[in-house]
């Protein structure tokens, strides 16, 4: 089974902090994503990456970057931390565009509390 | 703009009992369209996934079904049990990074 792992399920950050949500799968998945997901708000999509270096803004990129690095590896990078980032965030992959033939695979995670 | 509705937003129900979720969308134009578990403070673990040219997809207990003309896929879950307590989501995809998520269902078996 593809297997996405987000290296911390809980955080608690300080506001202004640089913080690095760390997102590593194992199926060599073209595209990666990062989420976050809000009660009454439901999933949205902060940044996504295509392939190695590339990225592309999702539907609220503010306060957020990201790096890709290595195929496997996606980071999503909080710059300076403020209480308004405090979420649930979700790392995914997928093999295809639009999720192709295998959909999406999410991993376990983050949530993130800025103080 | 494309949207996902799941409506309702919480539903609960007696162990045992077959229910059915649902999941609607706007633009009938899909690619695909993918069944998510959440339990709470976790990820989303993928369900079924239904490629647009098909109508159904089985797995166990679980059977989704999409009708693109009238815009709406159902998740059949037979024989309820309590351990299928959580919140599931569908996402619908309309091609290249064109994902929407609904909000979910909030399901609750009662034993």
């Known amino acids: 089974d593809v297997k996405v792992t987000q290296s911390s399920r809980y955080l608690v950050k300080r506001t202004g902090e640089k913080v690095f949500l760390e997102c590593v799968q194992d199926?060599?998945?073209?595209?990666m994503f990062w989420y976050r997901q809000d009660p009454g708000l439901g999933l949205r999509l902060i940044y996504f990456?295509?392939?190695?270096?590339?990225?592309e803004k999702g539907d609220i990129p503010e306060g957020y970057s990201v790096s890709r690095e290595k195929k496997e590896r996606f980071s999503l990078i909080l710059e300076s931390a403020s209480t308004n980032q405090t979420s649930m965030y979700l790392c995914?992959?997928?093999?295809?565009?639009?999720?192709?033939?295998?959909?999406?695979?999410f991993g376990s995670g983050t949530r993130l509390t800025v103080v | 703009k494309q949207e996902v509705t799941q409506i309702p937003a919480a539903l609960s129900v007696p162990e045992g009992e077959n229910l059915v979720l649902n999941c609607s969308f706007t633009d009938s134009a899909i690619y695909n369209l993918q069944w998510f578990r959440q339990d709470p403070g976790k990820g989303l673990t993928s369900l079924l996934l239904i490629q647009s040219s098909q109508r159904e997809q089985t797995s166990g207990r679980l059977n989704a079904s999409l009708d693109k003309s009238s815009g709406r896929s159902t998740l059949y879950i037979a024989a309820s049990q309590p351990g299928d307590s959580a919140t599931y989501l569908c996402?619908?995809?309309?091609?290249?990074?064109?994902?929407?998520f609904g909000t979910g269902t909030k399901l609750q078996v009662i034993p």
């Open positions: 199926m060599d998945h073209e595209n």
């Open positions: 996402a619908v995809s309309w091609g290249y990074q064109k994902v929407t």
């Open positions: 990456s295509y392939d190695v270096k590339m990225k």
């Open positions: 995914a992959s997928s093999l295809a565009e639009g999720g192709g033939s295998y959909g999406y695979t």
